[in-house]
């Protein structure tokens, strides 16, 4: 056979090959709306529109909310403490939720700010904001694996159930106590924590025990263990019930482990679905925050119905947390 034949042949070949190739190459529609699709996400991604007294704010509601409560348990108003304890325990889960911002570097834009008001809550939490960070951050990276820390030992086929459901029992009804040990045991089984990071831990935890010997040795000089626990302990534990259960409806008996599907987003278009979610800091809007961690949170409402819409496929936006 000639070269020439031979040449034909293999060109002959490559034919369909190229044809392939040519009908997959993205048509200018495509190239354009994936450069719209970028420079949305790039202004969703801008953190100038944060609030600088948001935090602020929330802190003095909440003192002023347990200075209420003491009174009216003194007074013997103790119906009106309950409901106080109720206002003041939403509160303070807006504040966790606000140290979780913060663990992202999206509570405010200057950097040593949002540093500063992380350590403060991670102080009053019990779990130091470069705790949080670590083992936040494998949730993110590993998210319902076995390397996810955070959602441990739900992750972990090896564990019996009778221990998941132990473990969920405890995170829930005692999330006051549990989750500062949950977060420590996060970093204790956490691999190649870089040193820098590990000394930022030793310096935080060394700050949290000053901090709490001195309001303790404060409180027992006082006489003021009373007004500790209505004013700090009770309302804590309420915020930890109610972040214990928001964290297991956002990631428990999803549709798979990818970012998306593995997380639940909750769209409530009515009122009090608005209010809650705005009190949450639109942490409500889980997926398109997993999707796009560093987004801050007053964009994640606008962003997600074309975070999801990109995604295709059929993942739900649920319209309640119940549902």
Not at 1 to 30: D, F, I, N
Not at 92 to 105: C, M, N, R, T, V
Not at 109 to 116: D, H, S, T
Not at 298 to 312: H, I, K, Q, S
Request: with cysteine; proline share 5%.
């Amino acid at each position: 056979m000639s070269a020439a034949g031979t040449s034909k042949q293999h060109q002959l070949r490559r034919h369909p090959a190229q044809r392939t190739t040519e009908s997959a190459r993205p048509t200018q529609e495509m190239v354009d709306e994936r450069a719209e699709y970028k420079a949305f996400i790039r202004r969703m991604h801008d953190n100038g529109s944060a609030s600088a007294l948001l935090h602020t704010s929330i802190t003095m509601l909440y003192l002023v909310l347990g200075g209420f409560a003491i009174l009216t348990w003194n007074a013997g108003l103790w119906p009106l403490t309950i409901l106080i304890w109720a206002v003041q325990g939403n509160v303070g889960h807006s504040k966790l939720i606000a140290f979780h911002e913060s663990s992202h570097g999206t509570l405010n834009p200057r950097y040593r700010v949002n540093e500063l008001q992380g350590i403060f809550v991670g102080i009053v939490a019990h779990v130091p904001l470069s705790v949080y960070r670590y083992v936040h951050g494998q949730h993110h990276a590993h998210i319902c694996g076995e390397g996810d820390v955070e959602l441990w030992p739900f992750v972990n086929p090896e564990t019996p159930r009778w221990a998941r459901r132990l473990a969920a029992f405890c995170e829930i009804v005692f999330g006051y106590v549990y989750t500062p040990f949950h977060f420590l045991h996060g970093v204790i089984v956490g691999k190649n924590i870089p040193p820098a990071q590990m000394r930022r831990i030793y310096l935080e935890y060394a700050l949290y025990f000053v901090s709490w010997t001195a309001l303790l040795a404060v409180t027992a000089y006082m006489g003021w263990w009373k007004e500790l626990v209505i004013a700090v302990i009770v309302p804590g534990v309420i915020s930890g019930w109610l972040q214990s259960i928001r964290k297991f409806t956002e990631h428990m008996g999803m549709l798979d482990c990818t970012v998306l599907g593995g997380t639940r987003t909750v769209v409530d278009n009515g009122w009090i679905g608005w209010m809650f979610s705005e009190s949450m800091l639109h942490i409500d809007y889980h997926g398109t925050h997993h999707r796009y961690a560093k987004m801050p949170y007053y964009n994640l409402p606008e962003a997600t119905p074309v975070v999801y819409e990109r995604a295709g496929g059929n993942l739900p936006l649920f319209p309640t947390y119940w549902s």
